[in-house]
Structure formats: structure tokens, C-alpha cells
């Protein structure tokens, strides 16, 4: 029988730096935004669909520009994905896939449907939205695109500050469009790796995509 879908949420707004969210907001400005094509493997967007827009930033600029999320995704946000899984945990080696920030600008960008490849995943929400931009999870793992997903799911609405760790590898998830055409949706995404299922599972697809890795 497929798990029931679950997920784990620390408030961490006491931990983070001063002026945390005007920082992240400067840096989600000058994201990469465009139209990305739909993701090898991993995708679970109707066949219709070649690319989805959004922004992103990459994670040399995460480190550059935010030092102290590089910082706390190997050190304090680290310890409290142990504490969620009750299982050792480790960051991402390769730097290019540690943290990243995902931006949804405006009511035309959402984030792509898909599952994920790690066994961890860890979202720092940077927004609020009362209402738009809701993460949204199926219940059903063969769930194959955002209509399928939105008939049976989890919906976690982003609260600034909060920290959820989850492990969606069968359960297909996307992120919602905004309902307010002057939002901007924030999200911090780290992917953590275990003993059990480490760092070297990576579809090496996604690294050929992404990076141009041969
Ligand atoms: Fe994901």
C-alpha cells in the first residue's frame, strides 16, 4: 500500500537573520525567469505541456548573495531534517542542486508538476499568501498531471518562516499560480539525501538537463 502522505513543519522565523525577507526578496528579483522546459523522468505534467514559467535562482548565487541560508541548510535547518525522519541525513554535495530559490511572479508562473528524485526535501517558505500559490500534493502516485492531482490531495498553504521537510517521491506535487498580479512567491528548496538513499541515486537525466553534464 502507497504511504499516506505526510509532512513535517518547524517555525524557524526566531532563528533567521534580521531582515531575513527583504534580503531573499532583493536576491528573487533577479532570478532566471523564463520558460522552463518539463523535467526528464520526473515530470507529471499533461503531455500538452513542454515548459512551465518561473523563475529561479541558482545555487552559486544562493551562496554568493545568501550566505547564511548555504550556512544553516548544512548546519541548523540539517539537524531538524534528522529530527523529521529520525534517520541520519545529509546535504547535498554537489553544490549546484543544494539550495535554491524558486519565484513565482505575478498570476502566469507556477511551478512545474513532477515527484521528487531525493528521499528529503526541505521548503523554507519566504511569503506569505493567504489565498494563491498553495503547494499542492496527490494522494495517488500515478497521478499524471495538475488536474489529477488537484482531484484527491494535501494543500499546504506558504506561511513565511516555515520550515516543512517531506518525501514526495510518489507523490506527484506542483505549486499553484498566484491570485494577486503584484505577489511574489518565495521559496527556499533544499534537497537532503540518507543513508539509505544517498546522494548517488541522482538520475543522472536530471544532472544532463539541468547542468549539460555528459
Ligand atoms: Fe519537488
Redo the contacts with the bound molecule.
Sequence with gaps: MQARFRWTTFDVTGSLPPGWQQEIAAVAADADFREFPRTPV?SREAPSVDSIPRGRVHADQVRDRLPWLYEAYRGEFLELAGEAVQESVLPARDDRYGVVLNVQQGTSMR?EC???SNPL?GLLFCTDHPVGGELVFAHDATAADIDAVERDCSVIRPHAGHLIFFD?RGHP?YARPLTAASGMRIVA?MNFYTESFPESTRPSELNRHLYGDR
Design positions: 520526473l511551478f513532477h515527484v521528487d526535501t514526495a506535487h528548496v
